[in-house]
């Protein structure tokens, strides 16, 4: 039963995907610009959802997308011809140290094994490697963190598992393999929701 509920639950985000991320368009266009200036060499994307960054990769020698729905997969196999594999972000099917950057966009909020996920990364970021990243954290508002947590079960199901009360802005923080620059981009909406846009980089040591 459960086995069901997940199929049901990442098929049900693949149709709401698309409008949500229309929704944030503007938002996710200035990450893709961010991307774009920024990433090269053999670049990995986490939670590569429906393909919707791909066009915004330049400078890059071999470009692979990673995600854990198969439906959202799909979409994007029919867009491109880059690697696109299906597997979790806490056990990367990877050999060590063979990615130049990896990146992730409005992805770990929906991480179950968080910490897990960033040792992952540095186990397969090169040397002097970057994780790229564009995300949402928490709000400091402790009335609209608790007003969401009374519906935070139905929006994780409906959204694959986005938990909108994840601290990124502190995970981000806390890891310790490499030197973290984190900007803060405002947004009415994700203000509205209670949350905050992060971006920036790792620089692994």
Not at 14 to 39: A, V
Not at 114 to 127: A, D, F, G, S, Y
Not at 132 to 142: P, R
Request: net charge positive; aromatic share 14%; with cysteine.
């Amino acid at each position: 039963m459960a086995n069901l509920i997940y199929k049901l639950r990442m098929k049900l985000f693949s149709i709401i995907y698309p409008f949500i991320d229309d929704i944030s368009s503007y938002k996710n266009q200035f990450f893709r610009d961010y991307i774009t200036k920024n990433t090269h060499g053999v670049i990995l994307e986490i939670g590569s959802g429906n393909g919707a960054n791909i066009n915004y990769y330049k400078k890059y020698k071999k470009l692979i997308l990673l995600d854990k729905n198969i439906h959202l997969l799909k979409k994007t196999q029919l867009l491109c011809n880059h690697n696109v594999i299906l597997a979790d972000s806490s056990h990367l099917p990877f050999k060590e140290t063979i990615f130049d950057n990896i990146v992730s966009s409005l992805v770990l909020c929906s991480v179950i094994d968080k910490q897990k996920t960033i040792r992952e990364m540095n186990r397969v970021l090169k040397p002097a490697g970057k994780y790229f990243f564009w995300e949402h954290s928490i709000s400091k508002n402790k009335f609209i963190y608790h007003m969401k947590t009374y519906i935070i079960f139905i929006w994780k199901f409906l959204t694959g598992g986005c938990d909108y009360n994840s601290d990124n802005h502190k995970l981000i923080k806390s890891i310790l393999w490499g030197k973290s620059k984190i900007y803060i981009k405002k947004s009415i909406l994700v203000k509205f929701l209670g949350m905050t846009y992060i971006y920036g980089f790792v620089l692994k040591d």
